[in-house]
């Protein structure tokens, strides 16, 4: 069984920094695609970031130039670093994962937003306060 386990969130004053890290265990023989999403109280999920199978990375217009997403193969590790955080950045941040046949692509190059993502994290919390 697929599992998605994100950590650290935590509390920063504006203009910080923070790494969140995203390890995914249970899989194999697969290739996989995976993304970034939060969640304000309030408001719709909104996805952020997304990690291709080909290791080529996509971002949401709101997080652009901000937030960087990467991976680390050998710790089925996906991380997002966020920096010049904002106090609209506050939410609950979930990572998500699919697999997908070998040489098949989840996302083409394009950023998409509404991809169904198979296997979803429990969320870290971020808090960004001015």
């Known amino acids: 069984q697929v599992q998605v386990v994100e950590s650290g969130g935590g509390s920063v004053q504006a203009g910080g920094s923070l790494r969140l890290s995203c390890a995914v265990s249970?899989?194999?023989?697969?290739?996989?695609?995976m993304g970034w999403f939060r969640q304000a109280p309030g408001k719709e999920r909104e996805g952020i970031a997304n990690?291709?199978?080909?290791?080529?990375?996509t971002y949401a217009e709101s997080v652009k130039g901000r937030y960087t997403i990467s991976q680390d193969n050998a710790k089925n590790t996906l991380y997002l670093q966020m920096n010049s955080l904002k106090p609209d950045d506050t939410a609950m941040y979930y990572c998500?994962?699919?697999?997908?046949?070998?040489?098949?692509?989840?996302?083409?190059?394009?950023?998409?937003?509404?991809?169904?993502?198979?296997?979803w994290g429990q969320g870290t919390q971020v808090t960004v306060s001015s």
């Open positions: 998500a994962a699919d697999y997908v046949m070998a040489d098949n692509e989840c996302f083409g190059g394009t950023w998409v937003e509404f991809y169904e993502f198979k296997y």
């Open positions: 249970g899989f194999t023989h697969s290739s996989f695609c």
């Open positions: 990690m291709d199978s080909d290791g080529s990375a």
